[in-house]
T-cell receptor, first 114, second 111 residues
Framework: NAGVMQNPRHLVRRRGQEARLRCSPM?????VYWYRQLPEEGLKFMVY????????ESGMPKERFSAEFPKEGPSILRIQQVVRGDSAAYFC????????????FGPGTRLTVL | DQQVKQNSPSLSVQEGRISILNCDYT??????FLWYKKYPAEGPTFLIS?????DKNEDGRFTVFLNKSAKHLSLHIVPSQPGDSAVYFC??????????FGAGTTVTVRA
């Protein structure tokens, strides 16, 4: 009974490259959330998706960042033309239901931009 | 603007004693409060929660207290055990899914 899986666990990119972070929710979960943790800060909400739909992207930077959760396959957080300020830990969470249903977190992807 | 603040970045406590973690918030709209625990190289795991209509919730060794007038939340762990050594985050939400986390408090339980 696998939990939320994220890959890669560590990702190194040079400025200007693209970063793709993947998240496979727990079995039976159709709600996915992405959070970002900058150094010395708490996790910050980025986006909430259901299958094929973006429900709330109010925490996503307006440029360079996008997220999807296709009908088949994992959820993808994509960062284009990365900058050093994008260096952070990116956590994905999933839940079976929306609302107050518990969110289960993955181990995170640590992105380092050189 | 950080709406949730954990002012103590670290806490060291002797095994068997009480650990008290504190959290302050600014947004009165929050209606649900949670504590998460995080080990290195792992994601946060849910620990305990409390609704804003309550002032206390207890689950085994963990008790959360909510003081709405002071906009203050605390987590008590008693007795503390070595396995409790981790980073603890308080989190709040007012729309049921968008969690707002504090910066975390690293707890070290000494044998």
């Amino acid at each position: 009974n696998a939990g939320v899986m994220q890959n890669p666990r560590h990702l190194v990119r040079r400025r200007g490259q693209e970063a793709r972070l993947r998240c496979s929710p727990m079995k039976g979960h159709s709600h996915v959330y992405w959070y970002r943790q900058l150094p010395e800060e708490g996790l910050k909400f980025m986006v909430y998706l259901q299958k094929e739909n973006i429900i709330d992207e109010s925490g996503m930077p307006k440029e360079r960042f996008s997220a999807e959760f296709p009908k088949e396959g994992p959820s993808i957080l994509r960062i284009q033309q990365v900058v050093r300020g994008d260096s952070a830990a990116y956590f994905c969470a999933s839940s079976q239901l929306a609302g107050t249903d518990e969110q289960f977190f993955g181990p995170g992807t640590r992105l380092t931009v050189l | 603007d950080q709406q949730v603040k954990q002012n103590s970045p670290s806490l060291s406590v002797q095994e068997g004693r009480i650990s008290i973690l504190n959290c302050d918030y600014t947004n009165s709209m929050f209606d649900y409060f949670l504590w998460y625990k995080k080990y290195p190289a792992e994601g946060p795991t849910f620990l305990i929660s409390i609704s804003s209509i309550k002032d206390k919730n207890e689950d085994g060794r963990f008790t959360v207290f909510l003081n709405k007038s002071a906009k203050h939340l605390s987590l008590h762990i008693v007795p503390s055990q070595p396995g409790d050594s981790a980073v603890y985050f308080c989190a709040e939400t007012f729309n049921d899914y968008k969690l707002s986390f504090g910066a975390g408090t690293t707890v070290t339980v000494r044998a």
